[in-house]
């Protein structure tokens, strides 16, 4: 069974709609949580990280966490064409190692 | 300037020979990784170090040979390379490898195995 697990994809929103990308992980002594954003070709980069229950907002990104059903959420909102991209899940167990979901690709048509 | 950088950015290279990957931060962060992402994108980790000692070690075939010469570079040297070494490398630092804290990734290197 795989750590942390996201849908491949790909999900299609229209511009100006919100994207919802999900991630669902094994390990419950999983603490931290972070989204990072890779477009095809270059490095990951953070989107957001989130440590507690509830919501996170961060401009047009609010990260969720619900840590009973080993689940979080990664929500865009007002999707622009330039957020297209590999959205990648990570749980930290605890230890200093980021375990990597596969990534959800995210299309955005005009 | 650049926080995270690596060399070289693409590899071609024949099946059999050995090669070298180098990364350097200037962040002054304590830790280093190394991770491989597959045609899949699967980002997973091979290595970490801290302050120039092993503390990650994933189970990777030991062809794969980190060193850290002080805590700002850490270089990964593959022997007998095989096709299925085929991928991106990612070197990657944070502040002092707690997992509350933010990776910085590099460009990655691009190696093609043939």
């Known amino acids: 069974q795989k750590e942390v697990e996201q849908n491949s994809g790909p999900l299609s929103v229209p511009e100006g709609a919100i994207a919802s990308l999900n991630c669902t992980y094994s390990?419950?002594?999983?603490?931290?949580f972070f989204w990072y954003r890779q477009y095809s070709g270059k490095s990951p980069e953070l989107i957001m990280s989130i440590y507690s229950n509830g919501d996170k907002e961060d401009g047009r990104f609010t990260a969720q966490l619900n840590k009973a059903s080993q689940y979080v959420s990664l929500l865009i909102r007002d999707s622009q064409p330039s957020d297209s991209a590999t959205y990648l899940c990570?749980?930290?167990?605890?230890?200093?190692?980021?375990?990597f979901g596969t990534g959800t690709r995210l299309q955005v048509f005009p | 300037d650049t926080a995270v950088s690596q060399t070289p950015k693409y590899l071609v290279t024949q099946m059999g020979n050995d090669k070298s990957i180098k990364c350097e931060q200037n962040?002054?962060?304590?830790?280093m990784y190394w991770y491989k992402q597959d045609s899949k994108k699967f980002l997973k980790i091979m290595f970490s170090?801290?302050?120039?000692?092993?503390?990650i070690n994933e189970t990777v075939p030991n062809r794969f040979s980190p060193k850290s010469p002080d805590k700002a570079h850490l270089n990964l040297h593959i022997n007998s390379l095989e096709l299925g070494d085929s991928a991106v490398y990612f070197c990657a630092s944070s502040p002092s490898g707690y997992e509350q804290e933010t990776q910085y990734f590099g460009p990655g290197t691009r190696l093609l195995v043939l």
């Open positions: 962040l002054g962060h304590d830790t």
């Open positions: 170090y801290n302050n120039k000692e092993l503390i």
């Open positions: 390990d419950r002594g999983s603490q931290s």
């Open positions: 990570a749980a930290a167990p605890n230890t200093d190692k980021l375990i």
